[in-house]
């Protein structure tokens, strides 16, 4: 459940936990620091974050994979 307290927002809260790294080994799929980019993808990428598949250097921790959630589930706010 997500209050208006502590809903993510990608500039604050999701942006930042994307590595530079990251967005360079995905700029041929979209730029993980573009916004409309990860909202456009960002079922697929919590896909790949739950299963472990991506980041493809080690997975996230829980509490992460857990803040993408929330954030998807709050309507995906800028
Ligand atoms: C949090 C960081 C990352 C996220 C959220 C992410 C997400 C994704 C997603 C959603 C796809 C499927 C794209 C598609 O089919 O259009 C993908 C594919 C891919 N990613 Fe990433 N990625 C991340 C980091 C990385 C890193 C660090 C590498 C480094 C090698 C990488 C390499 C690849 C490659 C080679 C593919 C294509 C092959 C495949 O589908 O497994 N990614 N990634």
Do not use: H, K
């Amino acid at each position: 459940m997500v209050t208006a307290d502590n809903t993510p927002s990608f500039t604050r809260d999701i942006q930042p936990l994307f590595r530079e790294s990251d967005r360079e080994s995905m700029e041929f799929a979209f730029d993980l620091w573009d916004y409309q980019d990860v909202r456009a993808n960002a079922e697929d990428i919590l896909e790949r974050l739950s299963e472990g598949s991506m980041p493809c250097d080690g997975e996230w921790p829980e509490e992460q994979i857990t803040q993408f959630r929330r954030w998807i589930e709050a309507g995906m706010p800028a």
